[in-house]
C-alpha cells in the first residue's frame, strides 16, 4: 500500500493535469437535479460532438441553483471555466463549437466562471447574486468534484481531517469536534461531540456507527446533493466517527429512492477500501472500520432513528420509546450513534482545520453553516449553504431573488411536515435552531419553502398533514388516530363545513398529539397546524365562519366567473373547458355554468385576456332550476 | 428514594413505573402493556408526569430511578389520557360504553346472541371481559367529541378455531408481540402503514395457510372482541376457572379451564404456571371443550344380551365382567392400558392384572399383534380395538373407554369412562409429575377409570381395592416405590385413547386436512 502522502501527490498531479490538458473539458452537473432537468440528452450530444472536437466530459454534483440546471461548464487551457444555464442539447452543442473553435465565449448565455483568470464580461460564479452571500463549506466540492473520482476529493484535501484524527487519541477527537460546536444537522441539533462522547462511554465494546441518508422531508434535498456531488466527505467523517467511538461496523441507510446517491456511495467505498482508507488497519493506524449501506424501502419514518434501527435489523420500521437511547442501546443492542449526512460531511473540515476557524461562523449557540433547499415560490430556487443567524431575509431575498412573479410574501414553511409555518412580519429573524423553536417550527432538515399570498394555510396544513398521517408509522394512538382526526377536521374546514367549536377541537387534537405522540414524527407533526392557527387564525376564521378562503386554493369555497368587461370573446375557455361548462358566442363575454364547472383551472390558466376571476362562493346566490 | 403522588414507595432497580405502580396499588389506565410481554408504549393510556422531564412519560417503559417524582393522576395527565382514550374510541364501537342506557342495558339485558358483526352494543364477544370497558369506567367516560369511524373491515371467520373481527382492534400489539416474542413465530404482524395500520399476516393470507400453529395465544392477551375462540366466546364470564393438567401427549402443558353451566366452555394456558407458557398446542387450546363435550361420549354401562348391548347399571356390569375373568384361564386374557390413563388408573390396573395373574398386559398398538400369536380369548381394553376381524381368537371384548371407538359394536361390555377432566390424580410428564383436577362432572354414569377397575376387583372378591380417593392410591404406590411413567405419547399424536381427535371436532378436522402435505402439521 503506498503511503498517504504519495497518494495526496499522485491525486493533486492529477487534478492539476485535468486543467493543464491540451483537450478541453465538459463539466456536466449530473447529480439527480441535473438529470431530472435533462442533462443526460445533452451528455449524448456532446459526446456525439467529442468524435469530432477532442473533448473531456466529467461528470460532476450539484452546484446550488436549480432554477438555472441543467448546467455544463466549459474549461479550456489556461482560462477558466464558464458555466452555462438551462442547455439543451442543440444549444449546448453550439455554445461547445463557438467557444473551443470560434473562440467566442458568449458572455451573454454565461452565468459566470470558476477558477483562476478572467474573462472578459463574464463575472466568477462566486459573485452571481444567488452565491455571493453563501458560505460553502460543506458544500465546497459539490459541482466542482468528480465524485466518482476520489482523487479529486484528495486533491481538495479530502482525507486530510482523516489522516490529523487518526494521529490524535480517540477523546481528543470528541474534544476537538465539541469544541467546534457542530450540531446535529438533522433536525433536533443535538451536539454531535456529546453524542459521541455517551456513546464512547458506554461499557459495551461492541459499538456502531450509522449515517442517516433517508431523507424524506418533502421539498428537502440536501443530503441527496451532498452525496451526490461529494460522497466522500460524507465517509471521511464517518470514518472519524468510528474511530472517535470505537465503533468497527458502520451503516449507511440511505432510501430506496436515491438510487445515484446508493451508486456513489458504493464506488466511493470501493474507491476507498482500494485506497486503505477502509477496512483493516487504516492507513496503517491499526484502526479496522467498515461500512455496509442499507437501503431503506420508502418508509418517511425510518429517518426516525429508532425506527431506522428497527429496518436496519430487518425489522417494520416502526420506532420504540426512548430512553434507552440508541447511544445506550442501538443496532443489534449495542452503543450506536446516529449522524445526519451533512452532520458527517462537516466533519472532515473541522478535524482539518482549527476548531477556532468553524466558530467563527454562526451564533453563539448555533456554530457553523447550514444547507437549505430554497424552495417554493421564491425567484432563484436551488441548494444553498448559509452561515447559522443569516436572516431570513437575505436567504429570501439576497439570496432568492424575491418572490416569483414578484407576488406578496406570505410566510415560509420550515422544517418539512414537522416543521412549522412562519410569517412573513418575522422577515427579520434568523434561522438557527433557537431562533426557529422560539417560533414555533424546527430547523428540521433544512428544508425552505416559501410561501406567497396565493397559497392557503388552511390548504397547506392539510397537505403535510396528508403526508404525515399516510406516513405514520400506525403504532401510537395519538399519532395514528390523532392525525387522521385532525386531517379530517381541516378538511371539513376548508370545505366550509366547519364551526366554531372546531377551534378548540383542533387545539385539543393538537395538545394530545404532540404531547401523547411516541417519536418526533407524532411530536411534531401538528405543528403545522400550530403556527398556521397561531400566525394566520383571521385566515382559520374566514373558512370557519365566513366560509371564504382568502387566497382562493380551497375549491368548495369559491366558484369561477368571467367578467364580462374584460372577456374578449376569444373562446379558448370554452374549446378548453372538458365539461362544456362555458358558453358564449365569437367575440362575446363568456359565461361559466357553476353547477358544470369542476374547477379545473384550464380556463384561468389559458385565458389570454385574465378575464377569469374567482369570486368567492357566499357571494353569489346561486339560482337553482 | 422513589415518590409516587407524594408518597414515598418502596422499589426496586430496574422496574418501571408502572410495575413499581402496580406493586403499591397505584391506579395506570393501560391497554397495551401487559405482564407476560415486553414493554411496547403504543396505547400511551400510562402516561405520567416525571418531574424535571419536560413533556410526559409512559409509565410501561421508563424506569425508575432513585430520586424521581413521579405524579400519575393531575388535570393535565387527565385530560391526555381522557383525549387518548376518546380517540381509541372514534374508532372502537363504543356504544356499550356511551349509551344512555348501557346501565340498565348490562343489568337487565340477557347476554350475547350470536351475530355476524359487532355493533358495539350487546353482540361483542368480549363484552365481559373487555378492558377498554374498564377504563371507560374508571375514568367515567361518558361522550366522544370526535368523528365517529368504522372502518369497514371484513370479519375473519375463514380459518379454524377463531374469528379475527379487526374493527374492533385498538392496535396495542399484544397478539403481535405474543406471536413474536413469546412464541417465536412473527404470523401475526403490523400490516400497512399510516392509518390503514392494521393487524394481520403477511400478504394478508389466511392463517391456515401461514405457519401458525393455533396456539391462541393471540386470542387470550387480546384486550377487545377482534380475536375470539370460536366455540367459546358466546359464553360471557366463566361461573369458575380451575387449573389441571393437559393429558393429551407427555408435555404436560397446564391449563386454565373455564366452566360455565357445568360445561367445559374454553380453555387458555395457566397464567400462573411461566414455564410452560410456551408450547400449547392446537390440540389443547381449542380442542379439548369441543372433544369432551361432544356427544358421543360414552355415558351408561351395557352388556351384551341376544347379540344387542343394552344399558345397565355398574353394579350388572362389573359383575358381567367379573364372570368372564372367573370363565377364562388368566393366560387366555389380556389388558390393554391406555397411555392417556392417569398414573393412579395405571397402577391399578397391574395391580389387578397381578392379583388375577394375568402376564399379558398390552401397551401399544404393536402389543395386539400378541393376541394372535397367543390365543388371547378375552380382551380387557382401554383404547378401542382396531381391525377387530384381524384377531380370530378372541371371544370376549370388554371396552373401557371415553367414546365408541372401534371395536364398540362387538364388545361385550362397554364401561363408560370418565374423561381426564373429569378426575382428580397425577400424571408423569415430561415436566415430572403433575396433577389432574376434576373441572366438570362425568356425563350421566361414565366413571373414572380406577373406580371401574376397583368396583370389578370388589365384584371378584380380591382386597386391597377399597379406596374413596386417587391421594390413597398415591400413597400405596410411594410406600411400594412404584413411580409413574411417562407414556411416550408426542406431541403430535392425534388420537385420544382410541379415537381420533379429528373425528369428533370439526376444526381440527379442517386444520388437519388442509395441512397434510407438510412435514409438521402446526
Given at each position: 500500500m503506498i503511503d498517504f502522502d504519495t497518494m495526496v501527490k499522485k491525486a493533486k498531479a492529477s487534478w492539476n493535469s485535468l486543467h493543464d490538458q491540451k483537450k478541453p473539458v465538459i463539466f456536466a452537473g449530473a447529480a439527480s437535479c441535473g438529470r431530472a432537468a435533462g442533462i443526460l440528452p445533452v451528455i449524448e450530444q456532446l459526446k456525439e460532438l467529442s468524435k469530432k472536437i477532442p473533448l473531456d466530459i466529467i461528470e460532476v454534483g450539484c452546484i446550488g441553483p436549480c432554477y438555472l440546471e441543467p448546467i455544463i461548464g466549459i474549461q479550456i487551457k489556461g482560462e477558466p471555466t464558464i458555466l452555462y444555464a438551462n442547455v439543451q442539447p442543440i444549444q449546448a452543442q453550439e455554445l461547445v463549437e463557438n467557444y473551443l473553435v470560434k473562440n467566442d465565449p458568449q458572455p451573454d448565455k454565461a452565468i459566470g466562471t470558476i477558477g483562476e483568470g478572467k474573462i472578459e464580461g463574464i463575472q466568477s460564479f462566486w459573485e452571481h447574486p444567488m452565491i455571493k452571500d453563501q458560505v460553502r463549506i460543506v458544500l465546497k466540492n459539490c459541482g466542482i468534484i468528480d465524485p466518482a473520482n476520489i482523487n479529486h476529493y484528495l486533491a481538495m484535501d479530502g482525507y486530510q481531517g482523516l489522516k490529523q484524527a487518526l494521529a490524535m487519541k480517540p477523546e481528543d477527537v470528541i474534544e476537538k469536534v465539541q469544541e467546534s460546536g457542530l450540531r446535529g444537522r438533522g433536525g433536533a441539533g443535538f451536539p454531535t461531540g456529546l453524542k459521541w462522547k455517551f456513546t464512547r462511554s458506554e461499557k459495551e465494546p461492541e459499538k456502531y456507527i450509522i449515517c442517516?441518508?433517508?431523507?424524506?422531508?418533502?421539498?428537502?434535498f440536501m443530503n441527496r446533493s451532498l452525496i451526490e456531488g461529494d460522497p466522500h466527505a460524507v465517509l471521511e467523517g464517518m470514518v472519524i466517527g468510528a474511530y472517535a467511538i470505537g465503533a468497527s461496523t458502520g451503516y449507511v441507510y440511505c432510501r430506496a429512492e436515491y438510487p445515484l446517491a446508493i451508486d456513489r456511495f458504493e464506488k466511493a467505498i470501493a474507491a476507498m477500501k482500494k485506497h486503505g482508507l477502509l477496512g483493516e488497519n487504516i492507513l496503517n493506524s491499526g484502526f479496522s472500520f467498515d461500512i455496509q449501506i442499507k437501503k431503506g424501502a420508502g418508509a418517511f419514518v425510518c429517518g426516525e432513528e429508532t425506527a431506522l434501527i428497527a429496518s436496519i435489523e430487518g425489522e417494520r420500521g416502526m420506532p420504540r420509546q426512548k430512553p434507552p437511547y440508541p447511544s445506550q442501546e442501538g443496532v443489534w443492542g449495542k452503543p450506536t450513534v446516529i449522524n445526519n449526512v451533512e452532520t458527517l460531511g462537516t466533519v472532515p473540515v473541522i478535524l482539518r482545520e482549527k476548531s477556532s476557524w468553524y466558530t467563527k461562523y454562526g451564533t453563539k449557540q448555533s456554530k457553523g453553516t447550514k444547507t437549505f433547499s430554497l424552495v417554493g415560490k421564491v425567484k432563484r430556487t436551488g441548494l444553498i449553504e448559509v452561515p447559522l443567524g443569516t436572516t431570513l431575509r437575505k436567504v429570501i431575498f439576497d439570496i432568492g431573488g424575491g418572490i416569483k412573479e414578484d407576488k406578496g410574501f406570505k410566510a415560509i414553511q420550515v422544517g418539512g411536515p414537522s416543521g412549522g409555518t412562519i410569517p412573513s412580519a418575522f422577515i427579520d429573524e434568523t434561522l438557527d435552531y433557537e431562533e426557529l423553536t422560539k417560533l414555533g417550527a424546527i430547523m428540521g432538515s433544512g428544508g425552505v419553502v416559501v410561501i406567497d399570498e396565493d397559497t392557503c394555510v388552511v390548504d397547506l396544513a392539510k397537505y403535510f398533514l396528508q403526508f404525515i398521517q399516510a406516513e405514520s408509522c400506525g403504532k401510537c394512538v395519538p399519532c395514528r388516530v390523532g392525525n387522521k382526526q385532525l386531517l379530517d377536521l381541516l378538511v371539513k374546514i376548508s370545505k366550509g363545513l366547519g364551526n366554531i367549536d372546531d377551534f378548540e377541537l383542533l387545539e385539543e387534537l393538537a395538545f394530545t398529539i404532540s404531547q401523547g405522540s411516541l417519536c418526533g414524527l407524532g411530536k411534531t407533526a401538528p405543528n403545522p397546524v400550530i403556527t398556521t392557527l397561531t400566525y394566520f387564525r383571521d385566515e382559520y376564521k374566514a373558512h370557519v365562519i365566513d366560509k371564504i378562503c382568502p387566497a382562493k386554493v380551497c375549491k368548495d369555497l369559491f366558484l369561477y366567473q368571467v367578467d364580462a368587461e374584460t372577456c374578449i370573446g376569444c373562446e379558448i375557455c370554452r374549446k378548453r373547458c372538458p365539461v362544456g361548462a362555458i358558453t358564449g358566442e365569437k367575440k362575446q363575454p363568456h359565461v361559466i355554468d357553476f353547477e358544470k364547472c369542476?374547477?379545473?383551472d384550464v380556463c384561468s390558466t389559458n385565458c389570454p385576456a385574465k378575464a377569469i376571476r374567482k369570486i368567492d362562493k357566499v357571494s353569489v346566490k346561486i339560482v337553482s332550476n | 428514594m422513589l415518590v409516587i403522588n407524594g408518597n414515598q414507595v418502596p422499589y426496586e432497580e430496574g422496574k418501571t413505573i408502572l410495575e413499581i405502580a402496580r406493586e403499591n396499588d397505584i391506579y395506570i389506565p393501560t391497554l397495551c402493556a401487559h405482564e407476560r410481554l415486553p414493554s411496547f408504549g403504543a396505547c400511551r393510556m400510562c402516561m405520567v408526569k416525571v418531574h424535571g422531564n419536560k413533556g410526559f412519560m409512559n409509565a410501561c417503559t421508563t424506569k425508575v430511578k432513585d430520586g424521581m417524582v413521579v405524579t400519575t393522576e393531575s388535570l393535565e395527565i387527565k385530560r391526555l389520557r381522557r383525549s387518548i382514550f376518546e380517540l381509541i374510541l372514534s374508532e372502537h364501537p363504543s356504544s356499550c360504553m356511551m349509551c344512555a342506557q348501557a346501565e340498565h342495558c348490562d343489568k337487565f339485558n340477557s347476554g350475547i346472541m350470536k351475530a355476524g358483526v359487532i355493533t358495539g352494543c350487546n353482540t361483542c364477544p368480549n363484552k365481559e371481559t373487555c378492558e377498554l370497558r374498564k377504563i371507560s369506567d374508571a375514568l367515567n367516560f361518558k361522550t366522544i367529541r370526535f368523528p365517529m369511524f368504522y372502518k369497514h373491515l371484513p370479519i375473519e371467520r375463514n380459518d379454524p378455531f377463531f374469528d379475527r373481527d379487526y374493527n374492533l382492534c385498538i392496535h396495542c400489539g399484544r397478539c403481535v408481540r405474543v406471536c413474536q416474542?413469546?412464541?417465536?413465530?412473527?404470523?401475526l404482524v403490523f400490516t400497512h402503514r399510516g392509518h390503514d395500520t392494521k393487524v394481520g399476516t403477511s400478504f394478508e393470507k389466511p392463517h391456515i395457510e401461514t405457519d401458525c400453529k393455533f396456539c391462541g395465544q393471540c386470542v387470550d392477551v387480546c384486550?377487545?372482541?377482534?380475536?375470539?375462540?370460536r366455540n367459546q366466546k358466546w359464553y360471557e364470564t366463566p361461573d369458575e376457572q380451575v387449573s389441571t393438567t393437559c393429558l393429551l401427549c407427555d408435555k404436560g402443558c397446564r391449563f386454565q379451564i373455564d366452566v360455565k353451566w357445568g360445561r367445559m366452555v374454553g380453555m387458555r394456558p395457566d397464567p400462573e404456571y411461566k414455564t410452560l407458557e410456551t408450547g400449547i398446542c392446537v390440540k389443547g387450546r381449542f380442542c379439548l371443550p369441543v372433544l369432551l363435550n361432544n356427544m358421543d361420549r360414552l355415558r351408561f354401562p351395557r352388556i351384551r344380551r341376544n347379540f344387542k348391548l343394552y344399558p345397565t347399571n355398574w353394579d350388572e356390569a362389573a359383575a358381567k365382567v367379573a364372570e368372564i375373568f372367573e370363565n377364562y384361564p388368566p393366560s387366555k386374557i389380556a389388558l390393554y392400558i391406555s397411555p392417556f390413563l392417569i398414573d393412579e388408573a395405571d397402577y391399578l390396573f397391574t395391580k389387578i392384572a397381578s392379583d388375577l395373574e394375568?402376564?399379558?398386559?398390552?401397551?401399544?398398538?404393536?402389543?395386539?399383534?400378541?393376541i394372535n400369536k397367543k390365543g388371547i380369548k378375552v380382551l380387557y381394553t382401554t383404547e378401542g380395538l382396531p381391525n377387530l376381524d384381524k384377531y380370530k381368537s378372541l371371544e370376549k371384548i370388554i371396552l373401557q373407554e371415553v367414546f365408541s371407538a372401534d371395536g364398540h359394536d362387538f364388545a361385550d361390555v362397554i364401561l363408560p369412562a370418565a374423561a381426564f377432566t373429569e378426575e382428580t390424580g397425577t400424571i408423569t410428564t415430561n415436566h415430572g409429575i403433575m396433577t389432574v383436577e376434576k373441572v366438570v362432572k362425568a356425563p350421566d354414569l361414565a366413571l373414572e377409570d380406577w373406580k371401574i377397575v376397583a368396583k370389578i376387583a370388589q365384584e371378584l372378591d380380591l382386597s386391597g381395592f377399597k379406596f374413596i380417593e386417587t391421594s390413597e392410591i398415591q400413597g400405596e404406590m410411594k410406600r411400594l416405590g412404584i413411580k409413574g411413567k411417562t407414556r411416550g405419547v408426542e406431541e403430535h399424536y392425534l388420537k385420544y385413547r382410541g379415537t381420533a381427535i379429528a373425528d369428533k371436532v370439526p376444526d381440527f378436522k379442517i386444520l388437519i386436512e388442509a395441512r397434510k402435505e407438510r412435514d409438521k402439521l402446526w
Amino acid at each position: 500500500m503506498i503511503d498517504f502522502d504519495t497518494m495526496v501527490k499522485k491525486a493533486k498531479a492529477s487534478w492539476n493535469s485535468l486543467h493543464d490538458q491540451k483537450k478541453p473539458v465538459i463539466f456536466a452537473g449530473a447529480a439527480s437535479c441535473g438529470r431530472a432537468a435533462g442533462i443526460l440528452p445533452v451528455i449524448e450530444q456532446l459526446k456525439e460532438l467529442s468524435k469530432k472536437i477532442p473533448l473531456d466530459i466529467i461528470e460532476v454534483g450539484c452546484i446550488g441553483p436549480c432554477y438555472l440546471e441543467p448546467i455544463i461548464g466549459i474549461q479550456i487551457k489556461g482560462e477558466p471555466t464558464i458555466l452555462y444555464a438551462n442547455v439543451q442539447p442543440i444549444q449546448a452543442q453550439e455554445l461547445v463549437e463557438n467557444y473551443l473553435v470560434k473562440n467566442d465565449p458568449q458572455p451573454d448565455k454565461a452565468i459566470g466562471t470558476i477558477g483562476e483568470g478572467k474573462i472578459e464580461g463574464i463575472q466568477s460564479f462566486w459573485e452571481h447574486p444567488m452565491i455571493k452571500d453563501q458560505v460553502r463549506i460543506v458544500l465546497k466540492n459539490c459541482g466542482i468534484i468528480d465524485p466518482a473520482n476520489i482523487n479529486h476529493y484528495l486533491a481538495m484535501d479530502g482525507y486530510q481531517g482523516l489522516k490529523q484524527a487518526l494521529a490524535m487519541k480517540p477523546e481528543d477527537v470528541i474534544e476537538k469536534v465539541q469544541e467546534s460546536g457542530l450540531r446535529g444537522r438533522g433536525g433536533a441539533g443535538f451536539p454531535t461531540g456529546l453524542k459521541w462522547k455517551f456513546t464512547r462511554s458506554e461499557k459495551e465494546p461492541e459499538k456502531y456507527i450509522i449515517c442517516n441518508a433517508d431523507e424524506g422531508d418533502p421539498g428537502a434535498f440536501m443530503n441527496r446533493s451532498l452525496i451526490e456531488g461529494d460522497p466522500h466527505a460524507v465517509l471521511e467523517g464517518m470514518v472519524i466517527g468510528a474511530y472517535a467511538i470505537g465503533a468497527s461496523t458502520g451503516y449507511v441507510y440511505c432510501r430506496a429512492e436515491y438510487p445515484l446517491a446508493i451508486d456513489r456511495f458504493e464506488k466511493a467505498i470501493a474507491a476507498m477500501k482500494k485506497h486503505g482508507l477502509l477496512g483493516e488497519n487504516i492507513l496503517n493506524s491499526g484502526f479496522s472500520f467498515d461500512i455496509q449501506i442499507k437501503k431503506g424501502a420508502g418508509a418517511f419514518v425510518c429517518g426516525e432513528e429508532t425506527a431506522l434501527i428497527a429496518s436496519i435489523e430487518g425489522e417494520r420500521g416502526m420506532p420504540r420509546q426512548k430512553p434507552p437511547y440508541p447511544s445506550q442501546e442501538g443496532v443489534w443492542g449495542k452503543p450506536t450513534v446516529i449522524n445526519n449526512v451533512e452532520t458527517l460531511g462537516t466533519v472532515p473540515v473541522i478535524l482539518r482545520e482549527k476548531s477556532s476557524w468553524y466558530t467563527k461562523y454562526g451564533t453563539k449557540q448555533s456554530k457553523g453553516t447550514k444547507t437549505f433547499s430554497l424552495v417554493g415560490k421564491v425567484k432563484r430556487t436551488g441548494l444553498i449553504e448559509v452561515p447559522l443567524g443569516t436572516t431570513l431575509r437575505k436567504v429570501i431575498f439576497d439570496i432568492g431573488g424575491g418572490i416569483k412573479e414578484d407576488k406578496g410574501f406570505k410566510a415560509i414553511q420550515v422544517g418539512g411536515p414537522s416543521g412549522g409555518t412562519i410569517p412573513s412580519a418575522f422577515i427579520d429573524e434568523t434561522l438557527d435552531y433557537e431562533e426557529l423553536t422560539k417560533l414555533g417550527a424546527i430547523m428540521g432538515s433544512g428544508g425552505v419553502v416559501v410561501i406567497d399570498e396565493d397559497t392557503c394555510v388552511v390548504d397547506l396544513a392539510k397537505y403535510f398533514l396528508q403526508f404525515i398521517q399516510a406516513e405514520s408509522c400506525g403504532k401510537c394512538v395519538p399519532c395514528r388516530v390523532g392525525n387522521k382526526q385532525l386531517l379530517d377536521l381541516l378538511v371539513k374546514i376548508s370545505k366550509g363545513l366547519g364551526n366554531i367549536d372546531d377551534f378548540e377541537l383542533l387545539e385539543e387534537l393538537a395538545f394530545t398529539i404532540s404531547q401523547g405522540s411516541l417519536c418526533g414524527l407524532g411530536k411534531t407533526a401538528p405543528n403545522p397546524v400550530i403556527t398556521t392557527l397561531t400566525y394566520f387564525r383571521d385566515e382559520y376564521k374566514a373558512h370557519v365562519i365566513d366560509k371564504i378562503c382568502p387566497a382562493k386554493v380551497c375549491k368548495d369555497l369559491f366558484l369561477y366567473q368571467v367578467d364580462a368587461e374584460t372577456c374578449i370573446g376569444c373562446e379558448i375557455c370554452r374549446k378548453r373547458c372538458p365539461v362544456g361548462a362555458i358558453t358564449g358566442e365569437k367575440k362575446q363575454p363568456h359565461v361559466i355554468d357553476f353547477e358544470k364547472c369542476i374547477k379545473c383551472d384550464v380556463c384561468s390558466t389559458n385565458c389570454p385576456a385574465k378575464a377569469i376571476r374567482k369570486i368567492d362562493k357566499v357571494s353569489v346566490k346561486i339560482v337553482s332550476n | 428514594m422513589l415518590v409516587i403522588n407524594g408518597n414515598q414507595v418502596p422499589y426496586e432497580e430496574g422496574k418501571t413505573i408502572l410495575e413499581i405502580a402496580r406493586e403499591n396499588d397505584i391506579y395506570i389506565p393501560t391497554l397495551c402493556a401487559h405482564e407476560r410481554l415486553p414493554s411496547f408504549g403504543a396505547c400511551r393510556m400510562c402516561m405520567v408526569k416525571v418531574h424535571g422531564n419536560k413533556g410526559f412519560m409512559n409509565a410501561c417503559t421508563t424506569k425508575v430511578k432513585d430520586g424521581m417524582v413521579v405524579t400519575t393522576e393531575s388535570l393535565e395527565i387527565k385530560r391526555l389520557r381522557r383525549s387518548i382514550f376518546e380517540l381509541i374510541l372514534s374508532e372502537h364501537p363504543s356504544s356499550c360504553m356511551m349509551c344512555a342506557q348501557a346501565e340498565h342495558c348490562d343489568k337487565f339485558n340477557s347476554g350475547i346472541m350470536k351475530a355476524g358483526v359487532i355493533t358495539g352494543c350487546n353482540t361483542c364477544p368480549n363484552k365481559e371481559t373487555c378492558e377498554l370497558r374498564k377504563i371507560s369506567d374508571a375514568l367515567n367516560f361518558k361522550t366522544i367529541r370526535f368523528p365517529m369511524f368504522y372502518k369497514h373491515l371484513p370479519i375473519e371467520r375463514n380459518d379454524p378455531f377463531f374469528d379475527r373481527d379487526y374493527n374492533l382492534c385498538i392496535h396495542c400489539g399484544r397478539c403481535v408481540r405474543v406471536c413474536q416474542d413469546v412464541e417465536g413465530a412473527s404470523i401475526l404482524v403490523f400490516t400497512h402503514r399510516g392509518h390503514d395500520t392494521k393487524v394481520g399476516t403477511s400478504f394478508e393470507k389466511p392463517h391456515i395457510e401461514t405457519d401458525c400453529k393455533f396456539c391462541g395465544q393471540c386470542v387470550d392477551v387480546c384486550p377487545t372482541g377482534a380475536l375470539s375462540a370460536r366455540n367459546q366466546k358466546w359464553y360471557e364470564t366463566p361461573d369458575e376457572q380451575v387449573s389441571t393438567t393437559c393429558l393429551l401427549c407427555d408435555k404436560g402443558c397446564r391449563f386454565q379451564i373455564d366452566v360455565k353451566w357445568g360445561r367445559m366452555v374454553g380453555m387458555r394456558p395457566d397464567p400462573e404456571y411461566k414455564t410452560l407458557e410456551t408450547g400449547i398446542c392446537v390440540k389443547g387450546r381449542f380442542c379439548l371443550p369441543v372433544l369432551l363435550n361432544n356427544m358421543d361420549r360414552l355415558r351408561f354401562p351395557r352388556i351384551r344380551r341376544n347379540f344387542k348391548l343394552y344399558p345397565t347399571n355398574w353394579d350388572e356390569a362389573a359383575a358381567k365382567v367379573a364372570e368372564i375373568f372367573e370363565n377364562y384361564p388368566p393366560s387366555k386374557i389380556a389388558l390393554y392400558i391406555s397411555p392417556f390413563l392417569i398414573d393412579e388408573a395405571d397402577y391399578l390396573f397391574t395391580k389387578i392384572a397381578s392379583d388375577l395373574e394375568i402376564t399379558n398386559i398390552f401397551r401399544s398398538k404393536e402389543d395386539l399383534t400378541n393376541i394372535n400369536k397367543k390365543g388371547i380369548k378375552v380382551l380387557y381394553t382401554t383404547e378401542g380395538l382396531p381391525n377387530l376381524d384381524k384377531y380370530k381368537s378372541l371371544e370376549k371384548i370388554i371396552l373401557q373407554e371415553v367414546f365408541s371407538a372401534d371395536g364398540h359394536d362387538f364388545a361385550d361390555v362397554i364401561l363408560p369412562a370418565a374423561a381426564f377432566t373429569e378426575e382428580t390424580g397425577t400424571i408423569t410428564t415430561n415436566h415430572g409429575i403433575m396433577t389432574v383436577e376434576k373441572v366438570v362432572k362425568a356425563p350421566d354414569l361414565a366413571l373414572e377409570d380406577w373406580k371401574i377397575v376397583a368396583k370389578i376387583a370388589q365384584e371378584l372378591d380380591l382386597s386391597g381395592f377399597k379406596f374413596i380417593e386417587t391421594s390413597e392410591i398415591q400413597g400405596e404406590m410411594k410406600r411400594l416405590g412404584i413411580k409413574g411413567k411417562t407414556r411416550g405419547v408426542e406431541e403430535h399424536y392425534l388420537k385420544y385413547r382410541g379415537t381420533a381427535i379429528a373425528d369428533k371436532v370439526p376444526d381440527f378436522k379442517i386444520l388437519i386436512e388442509a395441512r397434510k402435505e407438510r412435514d409438521k402439521l402446526w
